[in-house]
């Protein structure tokens, strides 16, 4: 029942942009905005594991929803995971992933934006995301399709933007196999 209502949720989510859009835009926020984010991340399952990773995205608001006072925005994400790997020899050699390889994922993301100051915002999104591989270092992600899950607290100015983001990446228990990979991020943007 889990696997049926992420799914669920998900199509939900990213089908929904005309029952939630609404209102008008403002010429400074109807800007899209290209981001460039570093991040530090964990793996989960019995071995767990570190790893950096780097994200270049482009963000673009789709409406503002006057009743509720919220920005809907796309967003679509490259990143570029390194390993950092703090395991051990004994649990390198057990652990499922390529510990020496690097790792890529392209992303697509809806997020609700909510202004709580003039500069001042939250962000939660959900996601898809397709990575390279089903496994990253020592965690198990059961497929090369996982689900994207964001919350962030950002700070916003006319000519730049950064955001420090909570992701959290896992198959929604679609597959057997979930250990997921969570991630901080900062992320920053210079708007020309």
Wanted: glycine residues 10%; positive net charge; charged residues 20%.
């Amino acid at each position: 029942m889990t696997k049926i209502s992420s799914i669920l949720s998900l199509i939900l989510l990213l089908s929904t942009s005309a029952i939630f859009a609404g209102g008008t835009n403002s010429s400074v926020s109807n800007k899209s905005k290209l981001f460039f984010g570093i991040g530090a991340g964990e793996g989960g399952g019995a071995h767990g594991g570190s790893f950096k990773s780097y994200r270049l995205s482009y963000q673009k608001k789709l409406s503002h929803n006057n009743k509720y006072n919220f920005d809907y925005v796309s967003d679509i994400g490259f990143n570029f995971w390194k390993d950092d790997s703090r395991l051990s020899e004994s649990d390198k050699q057990t652990a499922i992933s390529d510990l020496d390889t690097s790792n890529i994922s392209i992303t697509y993301s809806r997020i609700v934006r909510k202004y709580i100051t003039y500069y001042v915002f939250v962000d939660v999104g959900i996601g898809v995301l397709f990575h390279n591989n089903d496994s990253m270092y020592g965690s198990d992600m059961g497929s090369t399709y996982q689900l994207e899950n964001r919350i962030g607290l950002g700070y916003e100015r006319e000519t730049y933007r950064s955001i420090l983001n909570f992701f959290h990446y896992s198959n929604g228990g679609i597959k057997g196999k979930n250990d997921g990979v969570d991630i901080i991020m900062l992320s920053v943007s210079k708007f020309f």
